[in-house]
């Protein structure tokens, strides 16, 4: 009867133990990963919302990847575009300069040459990835430019890609295709505020297609009139006006895309936030549910020892 209590005793202690043993590991596996919910069993409502939205995020990422694309496109030719309308300036301060009397037209000649060397090197490098919306090669025209301009979820965490398209004809400086696609390369014509008729062009880019016969590159030399030069300046006053709407173009483009990327980023954050108060494990009540389990666990270690020896010696009055 004293042997059964005994076993009875012992066998408790061991199950207790076993209890303790695994509730130990479940908290030490918290622990280590910083989840409560790690599979479906866990929590399968919580689970299957977690994973839902861990989906939708991987595509949200995806998705901002894309938008940062497009928006060092779109920031790269904004760079261009306002580094080559402050070059311009400078072309037509020259432009005004070589009116004054008894100025050396050639010397002033020079300079704007070494300004256009300088906007052609400016349009060349203004490129992304192979990508520039600042001029076209030989063969090709200004087309519309579609990117990733925003994303949207829904309330079911499907993903929405929404497609920005640029037109690169309000952009393109140099078209080596067709002269007139540039708004550099292709000729200006009208009648100059002092009456005198001009149609002129600013960059010859060996265009496939040039512009129409009688169209003269800007540039000035000692026998420039005063009167070609005014039709000059007003050639280049309607190069920069377009150069200014094209920069606010890209500029709008590019605010819009930073914009949803900003938003995208935000989004992204929230939905990691909401999948952490799911998911996540509070490491502060873990850590101290793992260090009383540990001390249950040696108390319960020590007691099933006293039982064990007890019951050694018991055993030995009936040996």
């Known amino acids: 009867m004293y042997s059964s209590s005994i076993n009875a005793t012992a066998s408790s202690a061991l199950s207790l133990l076993g209890g303790t043993s ?13 989840r409560d919910v790690n599979r479906a069993a866990d929590n399968a409502a919580y689970w299957s919302i977690a994973t839902t939205m861990k989906s939708s995020n991987l595509s949200l990422s995806s998705a901002e990847d894309a938008q940062a694309f497009s ?30 009397p008894g100025v050396d037209k050639d010397a002033v ?10 906007l052609t090197t400016v349009i060349d490098s203004s490129s992304f990835n192979g990508q520039n919306w600042l001029k076209t090669a030989a063969g090709e025209r200004p087309k519309v430019e579609s990117m990733v ?17 640029f037109d690169k004809a309000s952009s393109t400086l140099v078209a080596k295709g067709d002269a007139t696609d540039g708004l550099l390369t292709r000729a200006y014509s009208g009648i100059s505020q002092s009456g005198a008729a001009y149609d002129y062009y600013l960059l010859d880019a060996g265009s496939v297609v040039p512009n129409a016969a009688g169209a003269r590159e800007i540039g000035v ?64 009540e873990q850590a101290a549910r793992l260090s009383a389990q540990g001390v249950q666990q040696q108390l319960q270690t020590i007691g099933l020892n006293i039982t064990n020896a007890s019951m050694a010696k018991t055993m030995m009055l009936f040996a």
Not at 71 to 93: H, K, L, P, R
Not at 234 to 245: E, G, L, P, Q, W
């Open 71 to 100: 928006a060092a496109i779109a920031d790269t030719a904004a760079v261009g575009m306002a580094a080559a309308t402050d070059i311009m300036s400078q072309i037509q301060s020259k432009l005004i300069l070589a009116k004054s």
């Open 22 to 34: 695994r509730a130990l590991n479940e908290t030490t596996a918290r622990v280590a990963s910083g």
């Open 109 to 118: 000649n020079s300079e704007i040459s070494q300004l256009k060397e300088q």
């Open 149 to 165: 301009g925003s994303v949207t979820s829904d309330g079911n965490g499907d993903v929405s890609v929404n497609v920005l398209d």
């Open 221 to 284: 030399s000692k026998d420039t009139t005063s009167d070609e030069i005014d039709g000059m300046i007003s050639a280049v006053n309607s190069m920069m006006a377009s150069m200014i709407d094209g920069g606010s173009e890209i500029g709008a483009t590019s605010s819009r895309i930073s914009s949803n990327v900003d938003f995208l980023q935000s989004l992204q954050d929230i939905t990691e936030i909401g999948i952490g108060r799911m998911v996540d494990t509070d490491m502060e």
